[in-house]
């Protein structure tokens, strides 16, 4: 899959995701056949697995790909060294699966509705989605889905965090990014090692995501590289601020007192007018640019816009923290732990003490 602002979009909204094995075995409402399946795929992960340093040092594997490990290693020593990120075995391995994702997430919703359809684990929390690890199974999952009058989207994953509960490897498919991509994935999986707050999916990625930009900004300055270009940055977030306002008139549309008829008609005009807002932001901003032209030109529904603002929608709260204690990770970590114990209410308020207003969110992202 190449490497282009709109597949790192993607891959950010689909591969956050945390389809812990144990967690599945400790769910008695999972049925046999959906966690033998996770079981057997997380087994095969884990046997595919191989220490990046063998790799490395084996004259006889692929030139290319001892290169990427060795520069990925760097990051990693980098992201416990700097950061004060877990100092463990994860990402010091390599798997290879030999296919372009390595899970299959099913998101699902009620045709007139955003709510989506959870699944509750013990450890991980609830989450909006199903995982599979054979794409077949996603989706015959969403076609029953579908014939029960669901809405749903299917996301492919090239990357996930097991929370430490495993070694998590770099996977072959992480390899296809470029440095930037690869080094912050790397950060941003292993501060969901560090911290992660059950039932909480915005507090969590949002997190992660700002310890991920400003663990990049720092690694790239210890190279001597210039800053990063931020303007895929922007440009992925005015296409995630065009979903974000469809979601808002799709709310409420579904909760104004129209008939269920009305309401189908009037989803189709919604998503008709993004994808007419999204061809004149195009043209007129972009210079034509058409990467997103796949996404939006593709099937529309609820589900497909479910993973959107999740992955910023705090980032600009934890920007403001990282300043008060003068960038001092372990610090920061304290703090983001101490907020992860306060309940969803009063976590909530906190982060909006840090950030307190739509227009301070879009010009710390800017």
Request: contains cysteine.
């Amino acid at each position: 899959m190449p490497t282009s602002s709109f597949t790192a979009l993607i891959d950010r909204i689909a591969r956050r995701s945390v389809p812990l094995l144990l967690a599945v075995l400790l769910n008695g409402c999972a049925s046999l056949d959906y966690y033998s399946q996770l079981g057997r795929g997380q087994l095969q992960l884990l046997a595919a697995r191989e220490p990046v340093q063998a790799v490395v040092a084996d004259s006889t594997r692929d030139e290319r790909l001892r290169q990427r490990l060795a520069h990925a290693q760097e990051a990693r020593r980098f992201a416990s060294d700097a950061l004060a990120l877990p100092d463990n075995r994860s990402y010091r391995l390599y798997a290879d699966l030999h296919r372009p994702y390595v899970v299959w997430n099913v998101f699902a919703t009620p045709e007139l509705s955003l709510q989506p359809v959870t699944h509750c684990f013990p450890i991980a929390g609830c989450v909006a989605y199903r995982g599979y690890y054979q794409q077949g199974r996603a989706r015959g999952t969403a076609a029953l889905m579908q014939r029960q009058g669901l809405d749903t989207y299917i996301g492919g994953v090239e990357a996930y965090s097991t929370l430490g509960w495993f070694d998590d490897p770099i996977l072959g498919s992480m390899l296809r990014w470029d440095d930037d991509r690869l080094d912050s994935t790397i950060f941003h999986e292993l501060a969901h090692q560090r911290l992660y707050v059950p039932d909480d999916t915005a507090f969590n990625e949002s997190y992660a995501s700002f310890v991920e930009r400003q663990g990049l900004r720092q690694w790239r300055e210890s190279r001597g590289l210039a800053p990063h270009d931020d303007a895929d940055e922007r440009q992925r977030r005015q296409f995630t601020e065009l979903i974000l306002a469809t979601r808002e008139r799709l709310e409420r549309l579904y909760q104004s007192p129209l008939g269920d008829a009305q309401k189908r008609r009037g989803k189709v005009e919604v998503f008709e007018r993004l994808r007419a807002d999204y061809r004149a932001l195009r043209d007129s901003q972009w210079r034509g640019d058409r990467r997103y032209d796949g996404w939006i030109n593709g099937s529309l529904n609820n589900a497909r816009l479910l993973p959107f603002g999740l992955y910023d929608k705090w980032v600009p709260a934890f920007a403001t923290l990282f300043r008060e204690v003068d960038g001092d990770w372990p610090t920061f970590f304290q703090r983001c732990e101490a907020l992860g114990r306060l309940g969803p209410v009063e976590r909530q308020a906190a982060l909006e003490a840090l950030a307190p207003d739509r227009s301070q969110t879009k010009e710390s992202t800017q």
